[in-house]
């Protein structure tokens, strides 16, 4: 079933900290993790490039077999967290190759700050998505429904394979940049595909 794509352009999100730091795995932040976040912080700012392509479609579930609207898998797990839904907004989203490139640059010569910089573009792109979420629920509201909780290939019993066919109908190539190899894995990294499920109030 064909459906409206959008693409959009987002400013960079606030940062939670706290949530970079627990990707980076740091309990506590001492002064020279301070210090350290702060750095990549300031050098990982001028890379970023916010972007997010989506469209919606109808939902239909019999069991564990659902019916997405632009093709059909089996998941209990997404089952369950569509459960009652009557539509999904299918997106992706990506900050950008420069990140990545921070990282391969630093990867060599300071692993430490590589992954602090893994741990902060990983914040990046949820907060990303945090942002866009916040925006189809206020969206959703207004129309009449309530929304479920992203949910992405891999998650759970969800087939990572549906990245090949949501890759295809969002057109995440061309629209934001970022390819998929043949282990289903995107670059640029710090980007996600994920389903919203919107179920009536």
Do not use: W
């Not at 050098?43 to 093709?71: H, Q, R, W």
């Not at 299918?90 to 490139?101: C, E, H, S, Y």
């Not at 479920?148 to 940049?177: C, H, M, V, W």
Request: charge should be neutral; proline fraction near 4%.
């Amino acid at each position: 079933m064909s459906a409206s794509l959008y693409c959009k352009n987002y400013p960079v999100p606030a940062v939670n900290k706290k949530e970079a730091l627990r990707f980076a795995f740091c309990a506590q932040a001492d002064a020279e993790v301070e210090l350290l976040f702060d750095s990549c912080m300031r050098e990982m700012a001028p890379c970023l490039s916010c972007k997010v392509c989506y469209a919606e479609f109808p939902v239909n579930l019999k069991g564990n077999l659902i019916d997405l609207g632009f093709t059909c898998v089996e998941s209990a797990d997404l089952a369950k967290n569509l459960a009652g839904c009557e539509r999904i907004v299918l997106f992706a989203a990506t900050v950008g190759a420069g990140v990545d490139r921070l990282i391969a640059k630093y990867s060599r010569v300071s692993p430490a700050k590589a992954h602090m910089l893994q741990a902060l573009g990983s914040e990046r792109v949820e907060s990303l998505c945090d942002v866009f979420c916040e925006e189809i629920a206020k969206n959703a509201a207004e129309r009449g429904f309530s929304v479920r909780p992203r949910f992405s290939p891999g998650y759970g019993d969800l087939e990572l394979a549906l990245q090949t066919q949501i890759f295809q109908t969002l057109d995440i190539k061309r629209n934001l940049g970022v390819s998929l190899n043949e282990s289903l894995l995107m670059f640029p990294s710090k980007s996600v595909t994920a389903i919203v499920g919107l179920k009536k109030i």
